[in-house]
Every structure is written in C-alpha cells, then in structure tokens.
C-alpha cells in the first residue's frame, strides 16, 4: 500500500517542475455492498448506515492551463469500529482530519520542483493548525472557511469582513444541481487581511495568532428557494487588487476537478464500488490503483482536442511511450482525416492512440469519452505488462 501510494507522485514530481500548481485534496467515500454477515473487513461510512473506505487524494494541477498533472499523495483507510473519545479531546494526530495536514506537508517534497504551490481544500481543510504550520516560501494555501472565527482584537470575522467596501461585481453562469436550476448569480467582492486567534481547543504549542487575506464573494438579490452562493476564502497569498483578489477565486473554482476525478473513480468511468473483491486489503490497494487509473483517464480527455501542448510524459512512462509509439502505425487510417493529427510524444497525440485502442473510429466528429478511455488504457496497459514480460524472457 505504501508503495502504491509513493507511486503516486513519481510522475507528477517530474510534470511539476517550473509551474505554479494547484494541489488540490479532497476525500470521497467509497461504498462497497455487505451484509452484516459479510462486512468484507470493511468499517463504517457516511453516517454508519453503509460500510467501505475513504479515499483521500491530493491532485497536481497547472494553474495557467488546468491541465492535470497527476496525483501527489494522499490516504486510504476503513475504519476500525466506533471512537468513543470526543472529537475536541483527541490530539490532532488522532483525528481523520491529520490527513490535511500531512498530504500538505507531503506535497513540498513530492513538488519541490514547482515554482510555486497553492494547495487548495474545501470547508474541511480550516484547521487553525494547517494556517499555522504548513505554509513556507512559494508554498500557500487556499480553503474556504468553515465557520467564524475570532479574530486578534475579539472581533467576529465575518462581522470584520461585512465591514470592508466592496471593491468589485461580476455576474456568473451557474450550473444546474440536483438540487437547484442553472442561474445567472450575481456576486460582490470584498478582500482584506485577517490576524485569526488560536481557539482554545488548538495546541498550546501553536503561534498565538496567524495573519491570512479573507476574499469574500456573496450572491445578491438571489432567487427565492434558492441558497445564495456565499464563499469566504482564506488563502496566505498576499491580494493588493481586485484582479488578484478575482484570482484567488478563480484557483478556488479549479477544485471541481479533485470532484471529477472522484466521479471518474466512481460512477463515470471505472465503478470502482461495484468490485467484488472479498477483503477491505485488497480494495484498500485496488482504490490505490483506480485512482491512478482515473487521473491517466482524466489527462487523456482533456488532451483530447490537441489545444495543449503537454508532453505524454506527464501520463506515461519512457517504455510506455515507446509502445504507444509502436502501435500507433497499426492504427493510422487510409484516410488523412483517420490520422492522428498531434505532435508525436504530446499527450494529445497519446490520447489519440488510447482512443483508437479503446474502439473510437478516429473521425474527429465524436469526441472519446472517459469510457472509451478507459478500455483503450486497459487494452494498452495489458498489452505494455505483457510487453514488460517478454522483454525478459
Ligand atoms: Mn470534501
């Protein structure tokens, strides 16, 4: 498992080298069927009605392009019965949540080549801890906030923020939800600095204050029956002006792909919980190796249409590139329009020869999907393993 997880971030360590990147972690349930004569080794979930893992995955994108860089590190357990010590009396290495922090502090190595990183969570992520120990030169944080907090001078800080101008307007598209239609929303920006005061449950051995800037964007006038967008974001960059202060946002909305990737993992392209393996061991290191899957199926979607110029390298290994190379003659077609278009060793040209391998006709008018991609990869890497074999023999 260790090994698995240090696999990771083999290849993004590399493809990170001279970027700003966004390290983006978040955590997904993943929810296997037992039976309560037939747990499968697996602890609790959700709200302990269902049973499986969690899965927490940090992933490396390029904050220019979006362009995913891979995985950097992350966790992967079930749980072990109930804990019955209350959740503000346990040290923090106690906790579920020490996976923040500690995917965090892994990413400064497995990133070290970076220019710069910006590691983004969601409300989960607000620990007084992470603001207090993680950042360093050239290596910031972004979350939105969970709740208020008291700031140096005893005031609220939502109360502070509420105070300041607002410096700027803009309208969105939002996208429909289950839970809600597609709407225009209409948003105001105000940004400043906040000294946040260590809260009574944090360790005595924390700085007493920590400064950060507060971005704030809230929706007006938003439509009855419908929650108003409403997103404090703390982040230790330095915001001077509305456009940095948009910027933060920006980086902020990248986090949807950490959710793609664990759609991919789930429902749109692996379905991962529908596996059938016996023993929570071995679906612990199968979720190892999905997630790695789902990043390689991520990549080669979004290299699809030939816009970036990303070098296969950031999704496959030398030998793998040779093959790729190899098979790619069986597949151009008779017609200029059946021939890969990109550049050898792009990932865009890759993308094209796992599609083709995955049963897409190579007519640019359909676009290859996830599932596509998925079989294409499991083709290619069935046939580089067997590649790998021989070459021994
Ligand atoms: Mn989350």
Known sequence: MEALLEGWGEQTAVAAAGRHVLAIQDTSEIN?????????????????????????????VDA????????????????????????????????????????ANRAKQVLSAATMVTVI??????????????SAANFHLLTRSMHDRVLADGASMYATAASWPIVDTATIDVVARADRPARQAKLVLRFGRVTLRRPQNASSN??????????????????????????????????????????????????WIIEQLFRLIKTQGLQLEDSRIETADRLLKLTAIAAKAAVMILQLVQARDGRSAEPASNAFNQ???????????????????????????????ASWIIARLGGWDGYPRTKPGPITMRHGLQYFLGVASAWETLKDV
């Open 32 to 60: 296997f069927r037992t039976q309560p004569e037939r747990r499968r080794g697996l602890g609790e979930i959700g709200k302990g009605n269902s049973h499986g893992l969690l899965l927490h995955a940090m992933a490396a």
């Open 121 to 134: 969570d969601d409300r989960e992520g607000d620990i007084y801890a992470k603001w207090a120990s993680v």
């Open 64 to 103: 220019a392009s979006d362009a995913c860089l891979g995985l950097v590190a992350g966790k992967i357990w079930t749980r072990q019965g109930r804990v019955t010590v209350p959740h503000d009396q346990r040290p923090l290495e106690q906790k579920e949540s020490e996976r923040w922090i500690s995917t």
């Open 319 to 349: 030998e793998q590139i040779k093959l790729l190379a190899a098979l790619a003659t069986k597949y151009e077609g008779r017609t200029k329009l059946q021939s890969n278009p990109h550049r050898p060793q792009t990932l865009a040209w």
């Open 206 to 255: 924390l700085p007493k204050t920590v400064e950060l800037t507060l971005v704030e964007v809230v929706e007006v006038d938003p439509p009855a029956d419908v929650e108003p967008l409403h997103w404090y974001l703390l982040t230790t960059h330095d915001v001077n002006d509305v456009a940095s202060a948009w910027q933060i946002v920006n980086w902020y909305k990248k986090r």
